[in-house]
Structure formats: structure tokens, C-alpha cells
């Protein structure tokens, strides 16, 4: 069942990442390659973290034609996309949490402590949509919106508790995405959020 | 051949790098900075990619210094630099080939598939110069001017597939080292680009 | 007492991160997550080069749990920030110099050349700070104030140096210590800085 969320994340991910090209107004080159990079560029930050060669990506050519082909056919069917929103945002909020899963899971299997577990899945949940923001040029919007970061650390310890107290893993995987999901799509609907930083500096700092 | 191409290419890369440092008003360490990321950081996202560990430069120290020299010299010869500018965009084309060429042999050498060979390729020419882009804060040009990252995809089509058909390593290296940088050439004299994804986000989107 | 100045370090980064991201009213997760990077960034950039696996960070969860708080704890703190700021760049001088000798001491562990050693220092030194400024969509500031990049590579070439006269390890280390963290508070206090590069582009480049 993962793979298939898995399938539909990354196609959500790459329309994400094309759409934040065409705000750029770059070509079709850029489009292809930000719609790759948020939708496995997460995964590939985790690998390289965790030095988890090779890169999952290289090993499945499949997804990154998906990525690629996602990222080109939004290029046509930007004109309808506001039609799409709310399904949008639904299919981010399932890539956002099954990466999560996933990239705990990797962490997992490499035998690395539990925090590093947790940062494992939230960076393979996050990361995509850093780097995308980072290559527009704009300050990442997943650490000032609405819960979305957090519901990645949620879920990373949901997983990981469930795990520890030996519920059965499919069980676990159905449950902590579930809340996940649950949760991304209410503080979209009422506005959660997380308490916001502002600080403005004095004249003693730029 | 290889070689001296890549020398010639890496200086003018490291040039493009300073002049990019000096429109941020940066210090003599930042423009050496810059310049090595511009020259040296395509390969090195490629290394850490394809987990092609030691990083190459890392191994060849004489590269660290040139592409050093050549960013602080540019701040000495830039006044002069726009008597340059055809020159300039040859060697920076002749950078984008022999990059390209060298990062598909690399992940030859490492057993990957075709897929991703093409991807190191690609990551080789262009990555030096979207890194010295985000450093410098502003978006990628790579990806938004007349074709240059299509070059490198097409360099890596047309060597992998030479080499499929049995064609001689250096003479298809020859050959695709010329098309890639006659295409190059063309598409600056006659702006030849891709189509262009412009994308204004409704109010649903910030 | 490496270890120590190392916790006050990265403390005192990660408190700068947070206030970065404080002036781009990050929410909580955004300010939690730039400090850990601006903390431990710098080592995790010097880990993936030097192919330096398991990254350090990933063995001392402490680590990670300190940064961490140290940036939520500046949320409360920052009102009174502006009474510390002597203090700050202190305690951020101590982290250059620290972190430099650090990334030094594990490249040489790794047998890499002298060049690379140094290097690894650097990386160890500003990358922290670089990776901030990327995530907070600035022009890295460690490039273009007064000596700080430079601090560090003073300091990397004075520890490698006195090595290679045969200096005791200990000693060198606190000599090193001593002469970055006097030249980098000597160049805050007289403003001392290296020539800066500034380049106009003419109508041919954009």
C-alpha cells in the first residue's frame, strides 16, 4: 500500500515543485528538474545523511521519469490546477506523511539511534519542499505555513511509539497515517498553526 | 584532451563564479569561495550522488588552487572582462560539454544505468552554476536563459547512445564534445530556447 | 576542553540561527530547525565530503536536543538579546575558531593532504552560518563582513603549521585558539576586513 501512496506523493510533489518553477518563469528544463528535486530530493538529502548508497532514485529509474513526466504535463494543465485545489493539497499532505514512514523505516533498517530516526523521516518528509524553495529563490514556506512540518514530527513519533509498545507494522503504518493525514488536512481546514518567531533586530545587527 | 578542456573549462567557471561574487560585493574570501563552488561543485554534488567517495578534488589539490587564482585574478582583470565576452562564453560552452562528458564516464565507471548516467552528466555541467546562483541569491539561470542545461542533456544522449552503437571512445567523445558545442554556440547567436512555464498563482496560492 | 568550548559553540550558533530566522518569522519548527543546522551544519557539510560516515551528529543525540533547545530558548530570550551582544560574538568567535580546529583534526584523521585538511576546517567553520543565510534567503553574510571566513583559515593554517614544527599537540591547539579568537575580536573592534569585490555588469551580462 505504501508504494502506491508512495506513487501518488511523488506525483503530487513534482506538480508542486513545477508549479513554483513556472512562478520563476524558467523553462521546460527547470521545470523537469525542480519537480524532480521536491519530489525526491527529500529522500535523497536522508540517503546522503545517513550514507545509505546508493541513492534510492538511481536504483528506481520508474520514478524519476514519474517525477519528470508529472512536472512537464502540469506545465499544460496549469490552467485547470486552481479546479484541483483542495484535491491538492490533500495528495501534499499524503506524500508529506508516507515519506515520513518512509524515511523512519530506512533509518530503521540502518540500526541508527531513535532521534536520528525521527530526523530521518522528518527530512525525507520536508526536504523536498526546501530545496525547491531554495532553488525559487524564496524562503521555504513549510516552516511558516500552516502545521506541516510538525505533522511530519508528529507522525515520526506516533510511528516510532506504536513501534516500541509492538503493535503489529502494518497496523502501525495504517494508524500513524491516518492521524497524520487527519491532522495536516484540520490545521489546513481551521488554521493550526505553531507560534510564530518574530524578531526585528536592533541597529547592532544587520 | 579531456584534461586540457577541463582545465580550460574549470578556470572559466571559476571566473563566471567571481564575477557572480563581485555583483554581491563580496570579500576576497568570499569570491575565492565562489569560485571553486562554481568550478568544483558540479562534480562534487555528482560524487556525493553517486557515493564516488573520495571527492575527486579532494585528490587533486592543484585544481583547488587554480580555480582559487583564477576568482581572485578576475577581480583584478574584471574592468576588462566585457572586452571579453565572446571568448568567455566559448570556454564557459566548452566547460558545459567537457563537464557533461566527464560526469557520464564517471558513473559508467561505477555500473549505473543509463538513467543515471545521464542525470551525472547533466549534474556535472549545470550544478556548478546553480550552487554559485544560490549563493549568491538569486534564481538559478541555468534553468530560464537560452538553452543550456538541454545542451548538457543532449551531450549525454548523444554519447551514451554513440557508445551503444560501437563507436570508438575518443572519436565519440570528439564528436559529441563538437555538436554539444556548436548547439551551444548556435543557441546563443540565434536565442534558441525552450518554452518558457509562466505560471501567476490565483489567491488560493500564495 | 575542546568539548567544551565546543558545547558553548554550538550553542552560541544555534541562538544566532534562531534569530535568523526570527527575522523571517519562522514558526517554532522552522526556528528549531535552522538552528540545528546553522549549529551542526557545518560539520555535516565537512562529514558528507570527506565521506566521513556515520555523520558525527548522528552519534551524540545530545547534541541535537541542545541546539534545539538553545533555538526555542532564544524566542524567549530575544527581547533581551540586544544587552548579550558582546557576549554573542564572543561566544560566536570561540564556535569559528573551535569548529575550525575540529574539522581540521578529523580531515587529518582521514589522512587527506594538507590542502583538504584545511579546507575541511573552513567547511567545518562558516558552512554553519552559510547554510542559515541560504535557508533565511540572504546573501551569506560570512563573506562579506569584517575577517571571519579569513579568521578561519588563519587558524587552520597556523594549527597545521605549528604541527609540522613538532609543536605539542595540546599547546598548538591553544595557541591556535588564542591568536583566531584575538585576530576575530581585534577585527570586530577596528572593523579590519579584506578588499571587497565589487562588479558592476555591463549591458552584455544581466
Known amino acids: 500500500m505504501l508504494t502506491y501512496v508512495y506513487i501518488i506523493a511523488i506525483t503530487a510533489e513534482a506538480m508542486s ?8 518563469n524558467m523553462d521546460m ?7 524532480f528535486l521536491t519530489a ?13 548508497y546508493p541513492v ?17 504535463a502540469t506545465m499544460l494543465m496549469a490552467r485547470y490546477m486552481h ?5 491538492f493539497l490533500l495528495l501534499d499532505a499524503m506524500g508529506l506523511v508516507a515519506f515520513t514512514i518512509i524515511g523512519c523505516n530506512i533509518a530503521l533498517q540502518l540500526d541508527y539511534s531513535y532521534t536520528v530516526v525521527v530526523m530521518a523521516g522528518i527530512t525525507t518528509g520536508i526536504f523536498g519542499g526546501i530545496l525547491r524553495d531554495i532553488m525559487c529563490n524564496r524562503t521555504p514556506q513549510v516552516l511558516s505555513h500552516e502545521l506541516y512540518a510538525s505533522v511530519s514530527l ?3 513519533l506516533l510511528y516510532l511509539g506504536m ?5 503489529q507494522h502494518d497496523l502501525n503504518m495504517m494508524i500513524s497515517f491516518a492521524i497524520g493525514l487527519s491532522v495536516r488536512m484540520a490545521a489546513i481546514r481551521w488554521h493550526w498553526s505553531l ?3 518574530s524578531y526585528k533586530p536592533g541597529r547592532w545587527e544587520d
Chains 1, 2, 3 share one sequence.
Open 17 to 24: 515543485g513545477a508549479l513554483a518553477a513556472g512562478r520563476r
Open 29 to 35: 528544463f527547470g521545470v523537469a528538474l525542480i519537480a
Open 40 to 52: 525526491l530530493g527529500g529522500g535523497t538529502v536522508r540517503d546522503v545523511l545517513l550514507g545509505n
Open 56 to 72: 534510492t532514485w538511481t536504483q528506481y529509474p520508474l520514478y524519476i521519469y514519474l517525477t519528470i513526466t508529472a512536472g512537464l
Open 83 to 87: 479546479h484541483l485545489r483542495k484535491v
Open 154 to 156: 508528529l507522525v515520526a
Open 163 to 167: 513501534r516500541e509498545w509492538g503493535i
Open 195 to 197: 507560534p510564530v518567531f
